[in-house]
């Protein structure tokens, strides 16, 4: 039986022990170059706990990595950390020894304000790369938040507010479980939008089996009251984010600054799962799992000017890395992209980029088609190559909802993979195009 | 000293002893469904040589691959040829066993209509996928395209039209220099617009050191009056290759039909070129790369919505392995591409995907700079990882010219690679997106 988890109010703090408080430091501000009060948004965030957590996170594997990722890959292979710092407006990426010692300033002045152990605050960032952070605005907005910190829904959305960036609307999600008699929480937010094709793994290096073309400024958070060794939290949180953040896709691109982070409080007062063989485990890994992938899903229905969101499920491949790449080539194909917009269902693109992939494909044993989100009435296009009786008509509703599923069956083996992919469009070209004539409009 | 090419008029038809014609037979009429007289574009076209002649090939990577590219595969490995007949407004490509009926019924009536040998003439389709050949237009347009061959620029031209799909423009050049004391000539055209990051092969296998990424449809027909080995011909054909349609990318989509054939009749009476160690040997293959390389960018010219078109320098690196997938994942970023098309010199958006490359990068090593296209004057904004001294108004000055030059040195490495890319424009998602209640807008 699949486990249930009960939707509940609150976050990022919607667990025991947890506050959080989001405010205005003006980093966006200065970082646009307007001077309005009108244009003011959040762009500082503090999270916190009553009591030092079992920390796990997953980063970028690209090489040119920010430094507040470097500060946390340290940190939380330490497995202990109590509160989480992050602003928007600015990546701190690619800003040499000045942007290390701003992030470990960061750091320090969020456990000097909050009174927490040595090296126990974590740090993100999201914007544009290669400006220094502005430290007094940062200073500024610590103390702010320090102050502001509260356990309300309106807490949470303040801080899932301020990591925002092109994002339209905040993302957060939280659930309620039992795990080992005891009432667990788990809940958290994240912010994506542009550059979103996360490849994380739990150092930042790039594991021997990397999917092809990892690549999103994608920042999550996450906070539980469950009880759990730092190490199989580790272990819960890369497999949830292997088959989430991992496999979602906007535009093809990965950040500098991808980061998974969460915090586990042991507040619920469940038995300490300390092995894979607690009852347990599989439990909390499937609820951490299912929060990934709703805020990874959200992360891509909220991608820059996407309209349709698409979800890639091919099967019947030699091996994962062949479905992985045959997904993921289909997913970011900028012809396959464009036909999605248009509600197009070109089924002859889909087969090039398959052709073009790393994946091994056979011409004549290829199916596609097309269902419902979650349905299993596929409607086919292509059987063994071969276009099917299906209508034109018929094919083009298939591909009209705002969010619809693609199935792709090789039919040369056992193995699946699946990618969160979204349609390529006018708006997300003019988005990122930005005007010279006013560095405001230009992205990260 | 440089070979001198010194450029001439007639392009597929200006070496002696070939001819050619463009015509009209409505496969595209059919192909859109249109029915207006006025619609009504060239189709399909015929080179033909007086002579048998040597003949080589270059084909797509694609594991998808057309009937035609098939059949060419297989008949330029014997390395005699003499015609060629190519159609556009459908691929001819997952049509399976009609469409490689359709294919040999091509090559089979133009020998027939021609009188030439068996397996003497190729075959070229490009168009849209998975829609079998109307083979009553083909017959009727070979049959109408030998009544009208001819050596004027003015039939090259009308067959540079009948291969284009949503090229605006006919891609045509030849050149003349000496060979052995005798007078050659060497021309050739292309289409290409979308589906274009060419990855091709002597015989579509994939090589084990294949550029990540490799994707056009693109085709392109070349004739020479030069006497040379069908061998050695090959050989120069796949080094100019390399050096011109593989490094080119318009939407970073290999197509299921690229292909270049090459067919030298010999008629220009020099000794024939037998040996790499003839001197005329590297003098032919220069003057082929040249001829090449001009129609390759023509390609990225004219791509679907392009702005601009910019040439990716990549140095440095620690292999040419290495070099190439840094360039291509530049030239293959949606957030590069989109800032290309804003005039917005933004470094960071380079270096991000440099860094999610296969290429070994480290940030404190590399370059970025600009200059104009063949200019030694480069505008570095970005040196050994960190900002220069150059202003954002000076920077924007050099990212703002319709062509220019992007340089990016790794400093890790003698290796360098090249790619010729393109923006990413409205227009682009505008034009493939298409409008499903009216399929004639749907591309290939």
Partial sequence: MKPKFKPVEGAIVAAQGFRAGGVFCDIKRLGTGKGSEKG?????????SDVPSAVAGMFTTNQICAAPVKVCVSRTSKGVAQ?????SGNANACTGRQGMKDALAMTALTEE?????????????????????????VRAGIAAAARVLGSTPKHATHAAEAIMTSDTRPKQIA????????VVRLGGMCKGAGMIQPGMSPNGARPATAPQ????????????DASIDAGLLQGALQEA?????????VDGDMSTND????????????????????????????????????????????????????????TGAKSFTDADAAARAVANSSLVKTSWHGGDPNWGRIIDALGY????????????????????????????????????????????????????????GDHGAVMYAADLTEEYVEFNKGNVTDPSTLGG
Same sequence: chains 1, 2.
């Fill in 40 to 48: 003011r948004k959040r762009d500082l965030t503090l999270i916190v």
């Fill in 357 to 412: 992939s790393a994946a091994t494909i056979v011409e004549d044993q290829v199916d596609i088609g097309y269902s419902a989100v979650g349905s299993k009435r596929i409607l086919w296009s292509l059987r063994r190559g071969q276009p099917t009786k299906a209508t034109f008509a018929a094919l083009c509703k298939a591909a009209a909802p705002a969010e619809f599923e693609l199935h792709i069956r090789l039919n040369l």
């Fill in 175 to 182: 659930v309620e479980f039992r795990l080992g008699g005891r």
């Fill in 213 to 224: 073309g990892l690549h999103a400024t994608m920042l999550c958070f996450l906070t539980t």
């Fill in 259 to 314: 980061t998974v982070l969460v915090l586990a409080n042991g507040l619920a007062g469940n038995r300490k799962i300390t092995t894979r063989r607690n009852p347990g485990y599989p439990v909390f890994q499937a609820a951490l799992q299912h929060v990934c992938l709703a805020l990874a899903r959200m992360i891509v229905r909220d991608g820059e000017g996407v309209h349709r969101v698409v979800t890639v499920r091919v």
């Fill in 241 to 249: 984010v292997a088959h989430s953040f991992n496999c979602i896709t």
């Fill in 83 to 87: 509160a989480i710092v992050v602003n």
């Fill in 113 to 137: 304000t909050l009174g927490l152990g040595d090296g126990h605050a974590l740090v993100g960032s999201t914007g544009r790369i290669g400006v220094v952070l502005p430290m007094d605005c």
